[in-house]
């Protein structure tokens, strides 16, 4: 392949669609292509399609599809679809890159898959972080491939939009890496919010802890405990790590309590509240719940811990939740939210379950005698309420 004129994105969701966007600037004049048509048109932007063969004529074919299956299990299926569509393409010299994070040697078994299609191929998983306002482009890609000639196309690719790369020697190498950065944050997630928990029940504020130890400058990366960890990578995509580890007869213990260790934040937090409320003979608490999207600061819902976390609240208490980023499409109905502070209103509790921006922790504090912060992992109560939880 001597020359790209033209790249075509396939999957236009969160990924996909910074993507596109990192092409425009290329100025290599994408095609788009999801097989949603809602989707297509709520992104109302040119060059976008539901038909694959307008995919025909361009050179590079970036896949971002879904690698979570309809009840949030891990699943591969969109690369099948797609792999039998593509079938309708005219065969000729592509280069086609996943950028979608997936199994250790998947590529070089989907490959053949692909037919005539597949003969360059090539892995840059992607390394975006929504809300963090840094755009896909300034973050350095690692790339590996399954032959020299598919590693050298995507690295000079990528490196026309200005993306720095990382190549590596074997394709294998660069989807272990993905998913070793997954499971390294997973980890250390759990972890620390296992610690703040502790904290609290020795009355000392793990925010305080964490800030003192990162003065040390070697040996310790800060992590901030919260809701759990959220998304649809980081509590999902460690599976891939264990299914490749059960096939070898191994097992990872320390990964496999990480992913267990995130899901018990509710219970935690339920039982602290109980706890707290146990002097005011309170058995159905009216809790606010601050923020429900997958991340500070940005819209989305999609695997939100914090929006987990508060349904999981809400079958025990009464919640009401509080998020004025959060995309009210596809919320909960049966979840009362609310776009501004509910002044005049009082709670048997408050939790901080995700802080954007301009969250007034201050005003917060006025709408209950107990708040609960779990990004701070802090506990605030007035005298009055008991503090006893041993």
């Not at 504020?205 to 990162?214: F, R």
């Not at 002097?279 to 009216?286: C, D, I, L, T």
């Not at 379950?353 to 109560?381: C, F, W």
């Amino acid at each position: 392949m001597k020359t790209v004129s033209r790249v075509g994105i396939v999957g236009l969701g969160t990924i996909g669609v910074q993507e596109f966007a990192l092409w425009q600037r290329a100025g290599l004049q994408p095609i788009g292509y999801d097989i949603s048509e809602p989707r297509v048109r709520s992104l109302r932007a040119p060059q976008l399609t539901t038909n694959i063969r307008d995919l025909d004529p361009v050179d590079v074919l970036i896949l971002c599809l879904p690698n979570i299956g309809p009840s949030g299990e891990n699943s591969m299926a969109a690369f099948d679809e797609f792999a039998e569509s593509m079938q309708a393409l005219s065969v000729r010299e592509r280069l086609i890159v996943i950028a979608s994070t997936v199994p250790i040697g998947f590529t070089r078994d989907f490959a053949p898959m692909l037919g005539r299609h597949g003969e360059l191929v090539a892995h840059a998983p992607e390394r975006f972080d929504p809300g963090r306002g840094t755009e896909l482009g300034e973050i350095r890609r690692v790339v590996g491939a399954l032959t020299a000639e598919a590693l050298d196309l995507t690295i000079a690719l990528y490196s026309r939009a200005n993306v720095p790369t990382y190549g590596v020697d074997s394709v294998e190498v660069a989807e272990a890496s993905k998913l070793l950065e997954n499971s390294f944050r997973l980890v250390n997630i759990s972890f620390i919010n296992e610690f703040a928990e502790l904290c609290r029940r020795m009355g000392i504020v793990a925010a305080d802890v964490i800030e003192a130890a990162a003065t040390k400058p070697f040996a310790f990366m800060a992590h901030q405990p919260g809701v759990g960890a959220g998304g649809v990578c980081i509590p999902t995509m460690p599976r891939f790590l264990l299914d490749a580890a059960r096939q070898t007869g191994l097992e990872m213990p320390i990964l496999e309590d990480a992913i267990s260790a995130n899901a018990q934040v509710v219970k935690r937090v339920s039982e602290h509240v109980r706890h707290l409320l146990a002097s005011s003979e309170v058995q159905r608490a009216k809790i606010l719940v601050v923020g429900a999207t997958y991340k500070p600061n940005y819209p989305d819902i999609r695997g939100s811990a914090a929006l987990g976390f508060a349904r999981g609240l809400a079958a025990q208490h009464d919640v009401t939740v509080l998020d004025p980023v959060v995309d009210p499409a596809g919320f909960p109905e049966d979840l009362p939210l609310v776009r501004e502070l509910p002044r005049g209103r009082r709670f048997d509790a408050v939790v901080i379950a995700l802080q954007h921006r301009d969250t007034d922790v201050a005003a917060l504090r006025e709408l209950s005698p107990i708040l609960i912060d779990l990004v701070r992992g802090a506990t605030e109560a007035t005298e009055s309420i008991s503090t006893t939880t041993r």
